[in-house]
């Protein structure tokens, strides 16, 4: 097998996944996963998809990321991870797919109005 690419999106964060045969190493953005996310929520959700699919650390995964934020980075490298062993075992689909790993969260940021505060918020209105 080669190496198989995904791409995860989330908000406004894009990430290029690459996954290997290896043995569990991630690297997001040349750096590895516990340096470029603090907290360890963070490389949990990196980890959920090989937790599920019961694949710890018989995949190495290099990681191109940008825009959004953490949490948004994050869950567009699970994304892409996810849809990545997939691809690589089609039966992986039946542990993931409940999880909801598989679905790409299309929210967005609404955008602001002409006339308005913000996206939904208007400025305060008086009868005088």
């Given at each position: 097998m080669s190496i198989v690419h995904k791409i995860g999106r989330r908000?406004?964060?894009v990430?290029?996944?690459y996954v290997k045969p290896g043995s569990g190493i991630?690297?997001?953005n040349r750096k590895d996963a516990k340096e470029y996310f603090s907290t360890d929520v963070m490389v949990y959700k990196l980890n959920q998809p090989f937790i599920l699919s019961e694949t710890v650390g018989q995949y190495d995964v290099?990681?191109?990321?940008f825009g959004g934020g953490n949490t948004g980075q994050a869950e567009a490298i699970r994304l892409g991870i996810s849809r990545a062993l997939c691809e690589i075992n089609a039966e992986f689909r039946l542990a993931l797919k409940p999880a909801?790993?598989?679905?790409?969260?299309?929210?967005?940021v609404e955008r602001k109005k002409?006339?308005?505060k913000k996206a939904r918020k208007r400025?305060?209105?008086s009868k005088r």
């Open positions: 908000k406004t964060a990430a290029r996944v991630i690297t997001v290099t990681v191109n990321v909801g790993l598989l679905t790409r969260d299309a929210r967005m002409p006339g308005q400025f305060q209105f």
